[in-house]
């Protein structure tokens, strides 16, 4: 999809077909391979035991030959069992690890000496200037929107795109979240985007189902905009409102971390599907453009 001259900085830093990372949404590696083998870089969820992690990561490599990352969410488990599992991930030689929820110090340097390429979820301007002075390689940033770990902040990603582009421009950014379709795609672009990370999209997709409990998918197609909300832990993540999963799985129903985008998913689709909206043919984001400018035209004309 790319043109000759134009090279995208997340395809080039990853070495994958198109710009999507696989949020860590999950830590069983067959819906990640399923994205790495669609030419996306497909995500295993660092949250296991350090043995379950390391059969994970070698089954990951048993369904996919392109390269994957691992996240460590830093705020979960004791900082021992963080680093048992990166001491795993670095065993292993995952081609690419992604940090979140805690101090882009802590494991940068390390995982360079070894070779590994490191993204690290930022959710301000402030956090995204300490993650290139740890020397990342790529930002993740994570808006108010997303189904994301965000911390106190509460920043829309119509502003922390174009503010973290500004402030740190020579590094990749993928922008987290709000994105399951084409426009979505093509604004978080025009925003100053090098590509998208996909949680809640993901989550709902056919070759995921198993991945989840069963409520999940159910909770995604019955949102509306109004129901999800940053729950009230020190990480913050975006979860799903008590009366929507009252109204939809019962007073025993599990709430669930999802984004606000969960308000434009009512299907169900294969990954491949996914892939094809956002990417389909450079015609059809030409066409998503051009329409865009001939809006903004005929309303310039009117003023005229
Ligand atoms: C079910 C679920 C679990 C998630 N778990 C993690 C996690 O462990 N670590 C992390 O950095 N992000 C996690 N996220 C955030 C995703 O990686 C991603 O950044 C976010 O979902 C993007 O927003 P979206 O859901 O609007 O697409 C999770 C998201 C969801 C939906």
């Known amino acids: 999809m790319s043109q000759p001259g134009v090279e995208?900085?997340?395809?080039?830093?990853?070495?994958?077909?198109?710009?999507?990372?696989?949020?860590?949404?999950?830590?069983?590696?067959?819906?990640?391979?399923?994205?790495?083998?669609?030419?996306?870089?497909?995500?295993i969820e660092g949250i296991s035991t350090p043995e379950t992690l390391r059969r994970q990561i070698r089954r990951m490599r048993e369904l996919t030959d392109r390269p994957f990352s691992v996240n460590f969410p830093l705020?979960?488990?004791?900082p021992e069992l963080v680093q048992a599992r990166v001491a795993v991930a670095i065993e292993e030689r995952v081609p690419?690890?992604?940090?979140?929820?805690?101090?882009?110090?802590?494991?940068?340097?390390?995982?360079?000496?070894?070779?590994?390429?490191?993204?690290?979820?930022?959710?301000?301007?402030?956090h995204a200037r300490k993650a290139a002075d740890a020397g990342v390689d790529a930002l993740i940033a994570e808006p108010t929107e997303s189904g994301g770990?965000?911390?106190?902040?509460?920043?829309?990603?119509?502003?922390?795109?174009?503010?973290?582009h500004r402030?740190?421009?020579?590094?990749?950014?993928?922008?987290?979240?709000?994105?399951?379709?084409?426009?979505?795609?093509?604004?978080?672009?025009?925003?100053?985007?090098?590509?998208?990370?996909?949680?809640?999209?993901?989550?709902?997709?056919?070759e995921a189902r198993d991945?989840?409990?069963?409520?999940?998918q159910k909770l995604i197609l019955a949102a509306d905009d109004t129901s999800t909300m940053s729950a009230d832990t020190p990480t913050r993540p975006r979860v799903s409102r008590p009366e929507l999963v009252e109204a939809v799985l019962g007073p025993?129903?599990?709430?669930?971390?999802?984004?606000?985008?969960?308000?434009?998913?009512?299907?169900?689709?294969?990954?491949?599907a996914v892939f094809e909206e956002l990417f389909g043919g450079g015609q059809a984001h030409a066409r998503a453009l051009a329409d865009v400018f001939a809006r903004l035209a005929a309303g310039s004309r009117t003023r005229a």
Request: some cysteine; charged content about 15%.
């Open 8 to 43: 995208n900085r997340i395809c080039a830093l990853y070495g994958v077909e198109y710009p999507l990372l696989m949020g860590a949404i999950t830590p069983k590696p067959e819906l990640g391979a399923i994205v790495s083998n669609a030419g996306g870089l497909g995500c």
């Open 75 to 78: 705020a979960f488990g004791k």
């Open 96 to 126: 690419a690890v992604i940090t979140s929820a805690g101090s882009p110090k802590l494991l940068t340097g390390m995982l360079h000496d070894h070779g590994i390429t490191v993204a690290h979820v930022v959710a301000s301007v402030a």
């Open 149 to 164: 770990y965000r911390g106190a902040n509460e920043i829309s990603m119509m502003v922390l795109i174009p503010a973290i």
């Open 167 to 206: 402030a740190v421009p020579d590094l990749p950014l993928a922008a987290a979240g709000s994105v399951a379709d084409r426009a979505g795609m093509v604004a978080v672009m025009a925003l100053g985007a090098d590509g998208v990370q996909l949680g809640t999209r993901l989550v709902a997709t056919r």
């Open 211 to 216: 991945a989840f409990p069963e409520g999940a």
């Open 252 to 272: 025993r129903g599990k709430p669930m971390q999802m984004g606000q985008v969960a308000a434009l998913i009512d299907d169900i689709p294969d990954v491949a």
